[in-house]
């Protein structure tokens, strides 16, 4: 099997899943291409360390109608490895283009390594309480988490082809009667800088404004956990971090009575810097903090603010 691939349809997952790849090609003495279906970023992709850019053109606007189409090309490619930004179009393409290639799929791989004609990846179960290893023989298809990697670096001028197919044939079993868009509430917390996280020690929602407050004080943006979004209402979903939520790495991450169990933690792992506020000196939390504040938010949170405002 030979050839390793990269598809997503958002192609600065794409960008970050060349990093990944251009390591694989380096282990693996193999090509490295990208499919997408965006022509237009057919250059960049090139300077990011693609060889080949395949772009699929076709009247189809469902990313995922695209997997008959790239599962009949993987075939023909013999691919080795596909690699698939783990979007939720992602993923749900990379299991019918694992059919296709009859291959193994991993779901969520976060580190991804050749090992003797094989791959070892690893992955977070039990909502991030233990990471699996696993040996995956070839043709395997993997699905990585945006931001999972950065972006492979440029190099302008680099060189690398670029082909067209033309898909015309979609499967017309899914049709779409109505799109209805996610209204998005604020900024997207995945790439903020720092970030002010409420949970369930807040206890009416009009306390959020101490949080808004410190977050004021530092630039940062407003999280939760997933009680304060699903449960209580009191901030936007898109705002609620963790397993079933956003994945964040913030440089700096403040927690504000968050118990810190499991499934929040792990989406905070990527954080530089982890302080936790809580009362609870035996809360979960403080063993994920880098610095913690056993304390009562209502005195704390204030202070912090109080002290942020002097500099
Ligand atoms: C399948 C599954 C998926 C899940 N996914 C997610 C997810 O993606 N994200 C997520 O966040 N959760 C998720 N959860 C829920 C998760 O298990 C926890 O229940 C949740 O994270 C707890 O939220 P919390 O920390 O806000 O509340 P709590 O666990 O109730 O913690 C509140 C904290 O506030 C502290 N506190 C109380 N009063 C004060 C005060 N005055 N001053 C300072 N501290 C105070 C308490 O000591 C406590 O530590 C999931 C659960 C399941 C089963």
Not at 35 to 41: N, R, W
Not at 81 to 101: E, F, I, N, P, Y
Not at 274 to 283: F, L, P, R
Request: charged fraction near 25%; aromatic fraction near 4%; glycine fraction near 10%.
């Amino acid at each position: 099997m030979q050839g390793i691939w990269i598809y997503s349809e958002d192609s600065t997952i794409a960008k970050q899943l060349l990093t990944a790849g251009l390591n694989l090609k380096e282990a693996m003495n193999q090509p490295l291409g990208v499919i997408t279906l965006d022509a237009g970023q057919a250059k960049s992709l090139i300077d990011s360390g693609a060889d080949k850019v395949v772009v699929l053109k076709g009247e189809n606007n469902w990313p995922e109608s695209y997997a008959e189409a790239i599962g009949k090309f993987a075939v023909q490619e013999e691919t080795g490895v596909l690699l698939v930004g783990g979007t939720l179009r992602g993923k749900d393409l990379a299991a019918k283009v694992a059919v296709s290639l009859d291959a193994a799929l991993v779901t969520d791989a976060q580190s991804i390594k050749a090992a003797n004609g094989s791959l070892e990846t690893t992955r977070l179960m039990y909502g991030g309480l233990a990471v699996c290893t696993e040996q995956v023989s070839l043709p395997a298809v993997l699905t990585v988490p945006p931001s999972n990697f950065e972006e492979a670096k440029p190099v302008e001028g680099r060189k690398g082809e670029t082909s067209t197919i033309d898909v015309s044939e979609f499967d017309q079993r899914i049709s779409v009667n109505e799109v209805c868009p996610i209204v998005r509430q604020g900024v997207d917390i995945t790439t903020a800088g720092k970030i002010v996280c409420v949970g369930r020690g807040i206890s009416q929602k009009e306390d959020l404004k101490i949080a808004e407050e410190l977050a004021q004080a530092m630039g940062a943006e407003i999280a939760c956990t997933r009680g304060i979004a699903e449960d209580y209402h009191w901030l936007p979903e898109e705002r609620y971090i963790g397993i079933s939520g956003q994945k964040v790495k913030p440089e700096v991450y403040i927690s504000i009575g968050v118990s810190g169990q499991v499934q929040h933690v792990a989406g905070i792992r990527d954080s530089k810097i982890i302080v936790a506020i809580d009362s609870n000196e035996k809360a979960p939390i403080f063993e994920a903090a880098d610095y913690g504040i056993v304390g009562d938010l209502y005195e704390v949170v204030p202070m912090l603010t109080a002290a942020l405002g002097k500099k």
